[in-house]
DNA sequence: CGCCGAAGCTGCCCGAGATCAGCCCCGCGC
DNA sequence: GCGCGGGGCTGATCTCGGGCAGCTTCGGCG
């Protein structure tokens, strides 16, 4: 992606989301970096994260697509969130020490797990990196809030619609989506569980959203024709996503 | 309600919640209530912050009940959760500085301020509060993603009884509900649109769960009659809540 | 080249829940 | 005592989205 200049190599996506909140110094950077040092892969489609496991890892997505979801008795799933590089995984799990939800690789993955007891230490040695952190976990939370107005509320049109471009805004944010376009390797199973639909209505309201000339989603790539018109259609506010420039705090 | 703790006497229901989360210092304790002391009332059915408004202020509910929502284009709204007390009231608004939903008083209620200088002067010099606020922020995203999966997935008998089981669970931790009922000041309008259900809807669920001998809500008490079955039928984990023990840390 | 499985796509029917319309109950003010 | 209004409650219809069944497309592989 474009090059940013930094100590050494590229800054993380994680660096640069946080800087969307506060202006970060070399040190806390470096900290930032160092905190992401523990990479490790992930196959596709493979869980990370299992409900109810008794070790409390949190990771940082450093490459590929994660969800978050629950399943429930009957079989059925809810995909609560998708999660692109610079996003924590199980940061809520490592805290409430239980983890309450599943989270799996989407495609390959590359993740940082961080410690328990280094968050821990960066929390008191670091607290203006700890308000960031709070800020992405609150960031986190207004975009769940956002889903469940969504599945409450809005229509399947509506929803879907909004869903596509708060994940063209998010990968923006970290450098993976250009104006009208970004490679999502979502399949329409996992979408529509997302979305609360079952894959066919899902299949049904991206055929009309292309026949209204907003939007297609085909072969891992969505373009958005007419982000306007899709922008209205969803009612799209994204200040939930905070996407402003950095304030010197 | 009981009248407002004395800060020399009990403790504040926000220090009875965190308690669960970590065994609390004296000195951590009085910092807590020191937090809380700018008291101020706010009247029933009025709003306590607005979308979109400038100033970020956070509160702690003291006493009554709160509810955060949103507002959509079509008159439509969506709760997406109740505060009882010791909940948290625009932490987020307060961290991503624009707040992107409302809150409302359901009840005559009493709420401490919480000035943003405040709480990242508390962040700074109290890592162990601020992990205990970290997870208090866990805790109530925990919460939209039962609400989500709910609303996503389950029947709307199993999400009122869900609800109901959650309301108690949260009200005996703070000490305002006994095993088998609560005092509940929702009105069916409000408690539908938390259950992304019309208010008709969910008085006849309501019905149901009387009829089947589960549970009552009338004048402003919901009885748990059978809470096995109740459990059982709502598919209810309160993992998810964190309702443990506290912890040496 | 042809088989096979996964994902995408579509038509048809049906039921859960929304919508509409209206009644009852109870507390309150005059 | 009586009218009024808000919340609770109920029956009758309508409709959106789910369920089912099946077809197409495409890529991998023997």
Redesign the pocket.
């Known amino acids: 992606m474009s090059p940013t200049p930094a100590s050494s190599a590229a800054p993380s996506a994680l660096t640069r989301k946080l800087a969307v909140f506060t202006t970060l110094t070399r040190a806390e950077e470096a900290r930032l970096e160092r905190l992401q040092a523990q990479r490790r892969r992930h196959p596709a489609r493979t869980e990370l994260l299992h409900e109810a496991q008794g070790d409390h890892a949190a990771f940082v997505l450093q490459d590929g697509w994660a969800m978050s979801y629950k399943l429930l008795a009957d079989g059925g799933r809810q995909v609560v969130d998708f999660q692109v590089p610079g996003d924590f995984l199980g940061l809520r799990s490592l805290l409430l020490r239980t983890s309450d939800h599943n989270v799996a690789a989407v495609t390959d993955i590359v993740v940082a797990e961080v410690p328990p007891r280094e968050l821990r230490e960066l929390v008191e040695t670091e607290p203006r990196l700890a308000m960031a952190l709070l800020w992405a976990a609150s960031r986190d939370e207004a975009m769940v809030v956002e889903h469940l107005v969504g599945i409450g509320r809005r229509?399947?049109?509506v929803r879907t619609a909004h869903q596509v471009l708060e994940l063209h805004q998010r990968l923006r944010l970290v450098g993976l989506a250009d104006d009208g376009s970004f490679a999502c390797p979502?399949?329409?199973?996992v979408l529509a569980d997302a979305l609360?639909?079952?894959?066919?209505?899902?299949?049904?309201t991206?055929?009309q959203l292309r026949e209204r000339g907003l939007m297609t989603?085909?072969?891992g790539r969505v373009e958005i024709h007419d982000a306007p018109a899709m922008m209205a259609l969803a009612g799209f506010e994204d200040a939930y996503l905070d996407q402003r420039a950095p304030r010197p705090s």
């Open positions: 229509s399947p049109m979502l399949n329409q199973y609360g639909l079952t894959a066919i209505h899902l299949n049904r991206l055929r989603f085909r072969k």
